[in-house]
């Protein structure tokens, strides 16, 4: 739209400049077209003096007539010396005095008759005239190459357009800078908008913009409020809710898990070879002992469902936590990377063991400047989605260092790769989504690890990345952090 509107302008400020020059082409075309009707007059009144110049005609034959210059005549030849001529000749056209070169039709009729002609590179205006002269009736031609209509015909490419081209060129090359320096501050505008993150909703400096469009980024600022308002609204309803089911949810998880301990512990008791537990005889009866297999079974897919309500309460509220307006209070600190992976190995060595999985690190001493709390949360959901969908013996590998980009110095990474079932290139882009999962997907799960995960690399400007892990199997989630 700014360049359309550029364009607009400078179309709009160059036509009238082309129609001024060919207005001042007009102009000066009948500037001299007066100039030369003066000339045709000059030459008109010249015409007598040059038949009055013949005196009488020759005394011997062949003689040219007897011939005397009038003073006005002789002024303007002199005047006009190598750019005039005359002729005098019979009726007949023959040449009897003058120059040959000035010739012209036998004028019919004794008014004067005028017309052009070239003549060694040069265009004379020629007055022609026949009348009575001493010598008898001739006819007289007068040529005036300094015709100001003659020489702009002839020069018009060199002194009338050519001026007028490059002065209009000039003009636009002018117009264009000069639009393109107004328009800047409007052009800075429109690719600061473009080029922020959906996430940015912070008002643009209404003092930096153009007093035009000032009213356009003043309603461009209170529609970013609104939507700031609304999206803030939603994040604190989602922080708000997670946060009050996570005391009632914690108390249930911990009952059911105390009577899922119970029952495991009861079952093998009620079911002994000798029929008796500790506290006495027991009946063997087989739907007894239905009931308590099912009572346990029950408990435990109570416990499973607990377990990930709590998960799912948990990971929503830090995914309201991670949004960037929410973290403007907090001021960044130095984040050991190093220390946060060992860390996360101690934290899902259990877990992983009783899957049978081999958890280990590689890692180099990199720091980061960050919300160490937040890089915890990105770090655990990689590698709780790197155990919970990697079958059993498979491999699971936590590692941070330094990383050579494409371009630039070396830049910081944080990786987890596992040798599981991976996610298919098609879906790549879509997992990062919340609460989607592949389908086809074993295993439990909410869809918010990887959700979270991208958001907390977002707040830390890193670039999360994922791709299949060595020898073309698994998954393998890279995290680069800025320089």
């Given at each position: 739209m700014t360049s359309d509107l550029r364009n607009r302008l400078l179309l709009l400020?160059?036509?009238?400049?082309?129609?001024?020059?060919?207005?001042g082409v007009w102009l000066d075309y009948r500037s001299a077209d007066e100039a030369a009707g003066q000339h045709d007059q000059r030459l008109l009144r010249l015409l007598p003096a040059l038949s009055d110049s013949v005196l009488a005609p020759a005394i011997r034959d062949n003689d040219p007539p007897l011939l005397l210059l009038a003073p006005p005549l002789e002024d303007f030849l002199r005047q006009n010396a190598g750019f005039s001529g005359y002729s005098v000749r019979d009726p007949s056209g023959k040449l009897l005095l003058g120059d040959d070169w000035v010739h012209s039709a036998v004028p019919t009729t004794q008014a004067p008759e005028f017309h052009s002609m070239e003549y060694g590179g040069v265009t004379y205006r020629v007055a022609v005239q026949r009348g009575r002269t001493g010598a008898g009736e001739m006819v007289v031609a007068l040529a005036d190459g300094s015709d100001p209509r003659q020489q702009w015909a002839q020069q018009l490419l060199l002194r009338v357009l050519l001026p007028n081209l490059v002065l209009v060129a000039a003009a636009a090359l002018a117009i264009h800078w000069a639009v393109r320096q107004a328009f800047k501050p409007?052009?800075?505008l429109a690719e600061a908008v473009e080029h922020r993150s959906p996430r940015d909703l912070s008002p643009i400096d209404e003092a930096a913009s153009p007093s035009e469009v000032r009213p356009l980024v003043h309603s461009l600022?209170?529609?970013?409020?609104?939507?700031?308002?609304?999206?803030e609204g939603q994040r604190r309803f989602v922080a708000d809710a997670a946060h009050q089911l996570r005391t009632p949810l914690a108390g249930l998880q911990a009952q059911v898990e105390a009577w899922a301990m119970m029952a495991k512990a009861a079952a093998p008791q009620r079911q002994g070879p000798s029929g008796q537990d500790k506290k006495g005889p027991v009946s063997t009866d087989g739907r007894t002992q239905g009931a308590i297999v099912l009572g346990v079974d029950q408990i435990e897919k109570l416990r499973n469902a607990t377990r990930r309500t709590s998960q799912l309460a948990h990971?929503?509220?830090?995914?309201?936590?991670?949004?960037?307006?929410?973290?403007?209070a907090q001021q960044p600190q130095r984040v050991d990377l190093k220390d946060l992976?060992?860390?996360?190995?101690?934290?899902?060595l259990d877990p992983a063991t009783g899957k049978g999985l081999d958890l280990g690190i590689e890692v180099q001493p990199v720091h980061v400047t960050g919300h160490g709390w937040l890089l915890r949360e990105l770090l655990s959901n990689l590698v709780d989605n790197a155990i919970k969908y990697t079958p059993a013996s498979g491999i699971v590998t936590i590692r941070c260092g330094m990383c050579q980009g494409k371009s630039g110095p070396p830049r910081v990474f944080l990786q987890v790769e596992d040798d599981g079932p991976g996610v298919p290139d098609a879906e790549r882009t879509r997992v990062m989504q919340r609460f989607y999962r592949v389908p086809g997907t074993v295993g439990e799960g909410t869809g918010l690890g990887l959700a979270i995960a991208d958001e907390i690399a977002r707040v830390h400007r890193a670039s999360l990345t994922l791709g299949s892990g060595a020898q073309g199997r698994g998954l393998m989630v890279t995290v680069v952090f800025p320089l």
């Open positions: 400020l160059v036509l009238p400049l082309c129609v001024l020059a060919t207005i409007l052009v800075d600022n209170r529609l970013f409020a609104l939507v700031n308002a609304q999206a990971q929503l509220l830090a995914l309201s936590r991670a949004d960037a307006r929410s973290l403007d992976c060992e860390t996360l190995l101690e934290t899902f």
